[in-house]
């Protein structure tokens, strides 16, 4: 019923945004130098790597500068990247995503290799599940960005407090998934993204 629920849900949705995409694609492109979509490895359902995409939020080359993003006014990020980030709109292309099976619409969010390969046994437990755009960690870490901006070690601040803290809602969401969890988990991401327009 999920996996129903993600290829209806991302479907509709590309159809119905096809437009607004097709503009946020076309201001990346236009106003830097790069391309319009950004693709990254990440860690999948049973440990598999698949590539995540965005709209590109950042300046070519940007991720040998290091693969967390500091406050939102890191100045590797461009104007309409800002924009994108903010507004969490730079997710959008991971419909496809969803689509093609890598991701779900609800579930923990994909990390990178260098991270994954930190997990404890008992944290591994998060990749019995499709990862998804959104989910309890998300919603709750949504300024993520601007917490790590005050750290006087934002690595180091990610690895022992952030991530550890993020991987125990993520874990509950295992626990407890559910359709209904999925539902209130998307009306609650729809509040808080557009709820500042």
Same mark, same amino acid.
């Given at each position: 019923m999920?996996?129903a629920?993600?290829?209806v849900?991302?479907?509709? *949705?590309l159809?119905l945004l096809?437009?607004l995409?097709? /503009?946020?694609?076309?201001? =990346?492109a236009?106003t830097?130098?790069?391309?319009?979509?950004?693709? +990254?490895?990440r860690?999948?359902?049973?440990?598999?790597?698949?590539?995540?995409? #965005?709209f @590109?939020?950042?300046?070519?080359?940007?991720?040998a +500068?290091?693969q967390?993003?500091?406050?939102? @006014? &890191?100045?590797?990020?461009?104007?309409?990247?800002?924009v994108?980030?903010?507004?969490?709109? &730079?997710?959008l292309? +991971?419909?496809?995503? =969803?689509?093609?099976?890598d991701m779900?619409?609800?579930?923990p969010r994909?990390e /990178?290799? #260098?991270y994954?390969?930190?997990?404890?046994?008992? +944290?591994?437990?998060v990749?019995?599940v499709?990862?998804?755009?959104t989910?309890? %960690?998300? $919603?709750d870490?949504?300024?993520?960005?601007?917490?790590?901006a005050r750290a006087?070690?934002?690595?180091?601040?990610?690895?022992?407090?952030v991530?550890?803290? #993020?991987? %125990?809602l993520? $874990?509950?969401y =295992?626990r407890?998934r559910?359709l209904? *969890? &999925?539902?209130?988990i998307?009306a =609650?991401?729809?509040r #808080?993204?557009?709820?500042?327009?």
């Open positions: 999920k996996r629920f993600d290829i849900f991302a479907l509709t *949705l159809v096809s437009p995409l097709l /503009v946020f694609a076309s201001a =990346v236009l830097s130098p790069g391309g319009a979509f950004f693709r +990254q490895q860690v999948g359902r049973g440990g598999r790597p698949f590539r995540l995409l #965005k @590109r939020t950042m300046r070519p080359g940007s991720e +500068q290091g967390l993003t500091i406050g939102g @006014r &890191d100045p590797r990020i461009t104007r309409v990247g800002y994108l980030r903010k507004t969490k709109l &730079d997710e292309p +991971q419909l496809w995503n =969803v689509l093609a099976g779900s619409v609800v579930g994909p /990178v290799p #260098k994954v390969a930190l997990y404890t046994a008992e +944290q591994r437990a990749l019995s499709r990862p998804g755009i989910g309890m %960690a998300s $919603l870490y949504i300024d993520e960005n601007e917490l790590l006087a070690d934002p690595e180091k601040a990610y690895i022992e407090k991530m550890p803290a #993020k991987l %125990a993520d $874990l509950r =295992v407890e559910s209904a *969890l &999925d539902l209130r998307i =609650v991401t729809v #808080k993204v557009f709820g500042g327009f």
